[in-house]
């Protein structure tokens, strides 16, 4: 399990450029037009962890499974598409079904490639997109509203639960404030996550600057930064221009031409650490001589539910988990080492799997 990021933005942002770039395909026609993007594409990546290299190489495993990063690129938004303006409605029941939003932005100056309203000004773009949202989340909370006065008469219980929350958003909403800034109890948590609101996902906003500012970034990339603080967002600075270049070299090749850029990465390393921030995700491992493999589940996962994420039987058998931090199997060199060691435990149900565990699940079939 990685998670599903989707690619949004106005047209012309270098959303179709980046995940050509991420996904080191050309599914995605990027070209100098509005729409160029009929249908959403998607795209995998293996998420990059040199630790899991590491502990391969440890146990002779003969396969390394990385996790995966779905990315989602999403047709460009344009002022109105909440009622329908451009392929607006078409694209916005596509952002329903991500994790989280990432927001491209432009942040570079080119006369030669155009913006669909005539400026560079990424917060305006920013804004326009959010608000987009905000319309469209306005309109379902509206229409449910009146689809539930039924179920209310009727004292459905999940109706009133359902009825006080959408209110709740409809606040928000018409505040100017998006439903991810609403405080929910933890009783109301799934039904919050079931209203599928559009602005209730997490957003990353993704600064597309020019080559010469992908180190360092810009005067916009440093405003969109600011008002990602401001919001609990997160942001990244990537240049798609380069990203472009970089998906067509050999690994041997790649980290010679960063480094020339003064680049310790490449920008899918850090938009993916970015998602996983925002999302609260981390990475444990299993690991053998058959395979090396790395697995995605959220902060504060219990072993029974980490071991779901392998195998549905796994949760339901769990006994225990054999549990290896990862320092130790590395500093023991590897499982044997780590068992003579003394630093394997028994780790039960009740028990919180931390970032780089290495496990092996005991279940009962």
């Not at 209110?167 to 609403?182: D, I, Q, W």
Request: charged share 25%; with cysteine; hydrophobic share 45%.
């Amino acid at each position: 399990m990685g998670f599903k990021c989707g690619i949004v933005g106005l047209p012309n942002v270098g959303k179709s450029t980046l995940f050509n770039a991420l996904t080191r395909t050309a599914a995605a026609q990027a070209a100098n037009f509005p729409f160029c993007t009929i249908e959403p594409n998607v795209g995998e990546v293996s998420v990059p962890d040199p630790r899991l290299e590491k502990l391969a190489a440890l146990a002779a495993s003969k396969q390394i499974i990385p996790t995966r990063l779905t990315f989602v690129d999403i047709a460009g938004l344009v002022r109105g598409a909440s009622k329908g303006e451009g392929l607006g409605n078409q694209f916005l029941a596509n952002i329903r079904e991500v994790d989280a939003v990432a927001h491209v932005l432009r942040c570079f100056e080119n006369d030669d490639v155009t913006h669909v309203e005539g400026r560079v000004d990424p917060l305006a773009d920013a804004d326009t997109i959010e608000t987009e949202l905000m319309l469209a989340d306005l309109d379902s909370v509206e229409k449910r509203l009146a689809n539930l006065s039924r179920k209310l008469r009727g004292g459905d219980k999940e109706a009133a639960q359902q009825d006080r929350l959408l209110r709740v958003a409809r606040e928000a909403l018409e505040a100017g404030r998006p439903a991810r800034t609403v405080a929910v109890d933890a009783e109301d948590e799934r039904a919050w996550r079931m209203l599928t609101l559009l602005t209730a996902k997490p957003v990353l906003y993704v600064c597309n600057v020019e080559e010469a500012s992908a180190a360092t970034g810009n005067a916009w990339s440093a405003k969109v930064a600011e008002r990602a603080a401001a919001e609990g967002a997160a942001s990244v600075v990537i240049s798609a221009a380069i990203e472009e270049e970089v998906a067509q070299l050999a690994d041997a090749e790649r980290a010679e031409f960063l480094d020339a850029l003064g680049l310790e990465e490449a920008g899918l390393d850090r938009l993916i650490r970015a998602g996983y921030g925002l999302l609260d995700l981390i990475t444990y491992f299993t690991v053998g001589p058959k395979e090396a493999r790395a697995w995605t589940i959220p902060v504060g996962t219990k072993a029974p539910q980490a071991a779901g994420v392998i195998h549905g039987d796994f949760e339901k058998g769990f006994i225990r988990a054999e549990t290896i931090a990862y320092a130790d199997f590395v500093g023991c060199g590897g499982e044997q080492g780590a068992k003579e060691a003394g630093k394997m435990r028994l780790e039960g149900k009740e028990y919180v799997v931390a970032d780089g565990d290495v496990l092996h699940f005991r279940f009962a079939t």
